[in-house]
């Protein structure tokens, strides 16, 4: 098939073109910049140079390459102060609204038959009832202050690809990656942060987060664009897991002294609400359906040891 991949150069777009080239799918790598077109060629995709913000260059780019699907990986974050979320966020949240109705229309206008798209399952699900929650579960009625307009945007994005009628929708909400290319690698901010020890551990660290291995979530994406029914898959590791459990054991991985531990005010002082919801409250997700449906296993089920071999 002609797959086209808006984000084809970021953390996930980097690991999943590959694996459409080598699966026989002709690729068409969409790019801001002209001089990014290199990295494509050697991913072995088509570059496209087209701004997702921009709707006529994105019409024309899809125009151009008439794929048959369209793999929507378009985020924009940045360093990111939690106390700020909306605000650091506010490109992310735009590629997310306006750069989702673009893709679909152009789309639309060469008749793909199936739309995938980034959603996330971070801070998405009620912090209420059972840790571990399914596709179905209820989103979060009422998210923390700082973040409203950022799950508002991952909203506008479920809603619109899964309401598109002409074609086939599918929404893949990913765990919080790890591994290569992301934030969370040998190297990288957030692994400095645990190993100088200043990622605490806020009050009693019992939100449960879902972690997936950036391949692995490739590998469910490369799925679901040849498979799989239209719908929300959440893409995540078998393990969900509180901060109090999953930080200590990371930070002995890294090597790092037992992270610090901080009372909840201190943490919403630093971290504002959503740090702190992220923290103590947010759940975490079953991958049973993307197992079940999309015939997808997670190379590294658990981030015992995925975090190890990062
Ligand atoms: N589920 C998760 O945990 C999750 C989800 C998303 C991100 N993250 C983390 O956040 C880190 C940073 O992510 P990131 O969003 O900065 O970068 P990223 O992963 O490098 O990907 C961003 C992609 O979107 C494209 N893009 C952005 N704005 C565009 C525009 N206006 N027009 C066309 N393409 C555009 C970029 O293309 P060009 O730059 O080539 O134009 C790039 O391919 C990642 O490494 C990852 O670890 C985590």
Excluded at 190 to 198: A, C, T, V
Aim: hydrophobic content about 40%.
């Amino acid at each position: 098939m002609r797959v086209f991949v808006a984000g084809a150069t970021g953390a996930i777009g980097q690991q999943l073109v590959p694996r459409l080239v080598a699966a026989g799918h002709e690729v068409h790598g969409m790019t801001r910049s002209e001089s990014k077109r290199a990295v494509l060629d050697e991913l072995g995709a088509v570059p496209v140079v087209a701004d997702a913000l921009d709707p006529d260059q994105v019409a024309e780019a899809v125009g151009r390459s008439r794929p048959e699907v369209i793999v929507h990986e378009l985020t924009a974050i940045g360093p990111l102060d939690l106390r700020h979320f909306d605000r650091d966020f506010a490109l992310t949240n735009r590629l997310r609204t306006e750069g989702t109705d673009y893709l679909l229309s152009a789309g639309q206008a060469v008749g793909v038959r199936r739309f995938v798209a980034q959603s996330a399952i971070y801070g998405f699900y009620a912090r209420t009832g059972g840790p571990v929650k399914s596709e179905e579960d209820p989103l979060d009625p009422s998210p923390p202050r700082e973040s409203r307009e950022s799950l508002a945007a991952i909203r506008h994005l479920e809603q619109r690809v899964l309401g598109a009628q002409w074609t086939e929708g599918i929404v893949l909400r990913y765990g919080a990656f790890y591994g290569p290319g992301t934030s969370m690698a040998p190297g990288s901010e957030q692994f400095d942060l645990i190993r100088k020890r200043k990622f605490p551990l806020v009050g009693n660290g019992a939100g449960v987060w879902s972690f997936v291995h950036i391949a692995d979530a490739a590998e469910a994406t490369l799925a679901a664009v040849d498979h799989g029914s239209p719908g929300i898959y959440n893409v995540v590791d078998d393990d969900p897991a509180p901060v109090a459990e999953w930080l200590p054991a990371l930070a002995e991985t890294l090597g790092a002294g037992k992270p610090m531990r901080v009372p909840r005010f201190v943490g919403r002082l630093f971290a504002g609400q959503t740090g702190a919801a992220f923290m103590t409250e947010i759940r975490g997700a079953s991958n049973a359906k993307a197992k079940r449906e999309l015939g997808w296993r997670p190379a590294h089920p658990s981030w015992r040891e995925g975090f190890a071999a990062a």
